[in-house]
Every structure is written in structure tokens, then in C-alpha cells.
């Protein structure tokens, strides 16, 4: 499995603690919030407010905890943050993108950059990295709702362009142009998703050793623990025997 996916199972093996999900709630809030005030409040016309409450949904997140942050929005007294990316080096050079909604980039940019040279890795310039990922859009299923056959056949026929199916559930891969028509098309056939976002999806994945391991999955834990964090991708795989280790 891809070092980002793998690091979200165990996280969420792991189980989210009050003050975790506490955060977490923070975070999709302001997503929520910053999407509303660029575009229309209205989710079925603004995509990146649906891909914004679809996430808040899949966490559970309350529905009045939804709708006050499209309110703070529309109320024009929501804080001005601006859209960042940070590019680095981890742990056995393999590559990180951090993407960050902040009000102050000063900052953010220190804590990152701490973040970076306490693992062993370092940051480095906009676009040193993301040539190595593709931007595209993904659209993702609980396992449950369909097989892996009647998903790949669904997906393929409404334009997308990859699936990758496991025990934890559809990913369907498309262009970022695509993303939305791909979604609704495969939505009329099995519901709403769990999520439909753009995504960072890495061209090849770095193998790392367990003790290098140990240490990207710190630098990202501790990375998802930054308020202005919101998105967190790295190209790596690591052993089973770390994932079970880091998930107990």
C-alpha cells in the first residue's frame, strides 16, 4: 500500500482520542469554511464545499458543526487564510508534500521546517518534489458497497481512469477536469461517497527500512498534529511488521 494510506490505517487503528478528533474537527471546520467563502455556499455548485462536508461526514463530524462553519462564512467574519504547499525530504529521502490553510505563513513555515529537521529529513522548494505525483482526483467507497469487479466496471464506464480496491475500500482514480462527472456518475449507482477530492498520488513508491519508517511516520504524525496542517502525502512503503508495531 502507498505510505499515506498506510499511515491513515493505523491511525485509524490506533482510535481517535478526544483531543485527535477535537482537532480534526478544526481543521475540516476551516476547509468548510474557507471553501464556502471562495465559491458558493451551495455544495451541488461548488465542489470543493461537497469534497469539504463529504470529508466532515466521513469523520462523523456534527451536522450543526457543518452548517456554522458555512455560516461563519457567509457572515464575512471568517479569518483570511491563505492556501500553502511545502515540499521536502523525509526519512530515507522520500518525498513529502504538506499542504496548509494559514494565517500567518511565517509561522507555519517555521513549525514545518522544525518538523522536517527534527526527523532527520529537510524542506525544500516548491515543486522540488510534486513532480513526482500526479495531481488527480479520487473518489472513495467503504468495501461494502460494491465488489471490487462491479466497481472497476462502474468506474471504468463513467471515465475514470484507475481503481484500486482492498479490505479498506474503492479508490477511483480520474483527471482533476474529470473528478466531478466521474463522482456524480458513480454516486447514481452506489451513493454518496466517502470522499471525492483532489489528491497527490505518488508515480512510484520508495521502499524504507523499519528504523528510517518509524521515523516518516513520526514526521508525519507530528505534521497531522499542526493546527494549519491539513493534508499530509508521502511516497513510501514500509514493512507490515512496522504498520502492526506503530498501530498497537
Known sequence: MAGHSQFKNIMHRKGRQDKVRSRLFSKL?????????????????NPRLRAAMLAARAENMPKDNIERAIKKALGGDAENYDEVRYEGYGPGGV???????????????????????????????????????????????????????????????????????????????????????VAKAIEAKFGEPRKAALTWKPQNSVAVDDEQGEKLLRLIETLEENDDVQNVYANFEVSDALVAKMSA
Not at 471546520?29 to 451541488?44: F, N, Q, W
Not at 495531481?135 to 471515465?159: H, L, N, S, W
Request: proline fraction near 3%; aromatic fraction near 6%; avoid cysteine.
Open 29 to 45: 471546520a476551516r476547509e468548510i469554511t474557507v471553501s464556502a467563502k471562495l465559491g458558493l455556499p451551495d455544495p451541488t455548485m
Open 95 to 181: 518525498a513529502v508534500i504538506v499542504e496548509a490553510l494559514t494565517d500567518n505563513r511565517n509561522r507555519t513555515a517555521s513549525e514545518v521546517r522544525a518538523s522536517f529537521t527534527k526527523s532527520g529529513g529537510n524542506l525544500a522548494e516548491t515543486g522540488a518534489v510534486s513532480f513526482m505525483f500526479d495531481r488527480v482526483g479520487v473518489i472513495e467507497f467503504d468495501p461494502k458497497v460494491a465488489t471490487a469487479d462491479q466497481m472497476f466496471e462502474a468506474a471504468i464506464e463513467a471515465g475514470a481512469e484507475d481503481v484500486v480496491s482492498n479490505a479498506g475500500g474503492h479508490e477511483i482514480y480520474t483527471s482533476q477536469d474529470s473528478l466531478r462527472e
